[in-house]
């Protein structure tokens, strides 16, 4: 129905476009229905009861300050715990340098807010996370995609697309979403360098780094560019936008996420926030410090990475006996998904329909690719789903794909290159 509003829609809500995804992702919710599409930390493993208890300690001895306005900021000693904790990941910064936001979703659009002018170029790995198109698609980006290989971003690609001038670099260096792949330790240091060369900063979107269930922790971005800039161990933070949660890690229901910048930046990031919401939730961040508290955080990440190791590798095992042999997937060392490609010139959506039909659900590739390319792609989620629903849901994909494949002349064909595109919006993340 026409209204006076629907004639009043500013520009950049063209880029704001529904998917026909979604509308199938919808029908998911059936009990019957294994779904691989949602990026959800398993609900079994929430700490309720540390929760309970918490807010109960609050609301009886804090109970007036936890339920007043707050400062922009955020909670200091939830900022003092964050500061604490990323020291021991190299990143030494002051609780100034840190600023809380309503999950980490909300620092994207903050850094939308603050940076982004109609027609800027974003350099963003193909596929990316598709909630930071959706933030930065609001803002009229454009993009300059490189691909991603088993390594993570195709660092021989990265000259070429520094030249077309982006106004910074956005990376998943740990786990990515939907890739799963990692970034690999020769490639950070080249990305650090070369951003450092052509003078663009980057911004290190990092929820999953925790959820490592094998291999070597990797230097984050951050601490690789401190160390170039000979300011390593400094209480500073330098080209490098860090990016973090509590989604992941605790529950994504408190909507609780981090950054960490330069002093001036996290003011201009508290004035973009004051207009958003003024502060996160105090509750939430004094609940969530009380559960954190006392090494339960890291006792409770210990946890979830047993839980989450055994979906995944339930996970990697029905692949091997049930998907065709011509599909090809990524093999997480953590985090929440793994990335499926299928033969070209293969759809995804389509098979998503036949998948829904099997009563099994994942979701297609191309939402996360800012050039609309990689339709033959799909990510897959192996944390909110038992072992046993893992292996019969991807029991039911192998029969579907083996009976696309059979119906299909595939050809393969891979993309890479980095164009320039215009934002599109999906959403769902
Ligand atoms: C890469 C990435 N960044 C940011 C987010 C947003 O997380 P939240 O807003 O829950 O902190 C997600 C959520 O899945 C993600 O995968």
Redesign the pocket.
Known sequence: MTTLWTQRYAQRTQRMQSSAVRELLKLTEHPEMISFAG?LPAPEVFPVDQFQEACQSILGQHGRQALQYSTTEGYRPLREMIARHTARYGIHVEPENILITS????A?DLIGKIFINPGDRLLVEKPT?V??LQAWNAYQAEYITIALDDEGLQTDELEAALRAGPKFIYV?PNFH?PAGVTLARERRQRLVELADRYGVPLIE?D?YGQLRYEGEHLPPLAVLDRQLQGREGMPCSGNVLY?S?F?KTLA?GL?L?WVVAPAEVIQRLVQAKQGADLHTSTLAQMIAFEVAREGFLDRHVRFIRTVYRERRDAMFAALRRYFPTDVHWTTPQGGLFLWVTLPEPMDATEILQAAIAENVAFVPGAAFFADGSGRNTFRLNFSNASPARIKEGIRRLGTVLERALAASAAVAEPHSGHVLHRGKCFPY?
């Open positions: 990026g999950g980490s979703q909300q994207l996370y909630g930071a998943l979403n979107d929820p990016l949660t989604s994504p909507r996420g993340g």
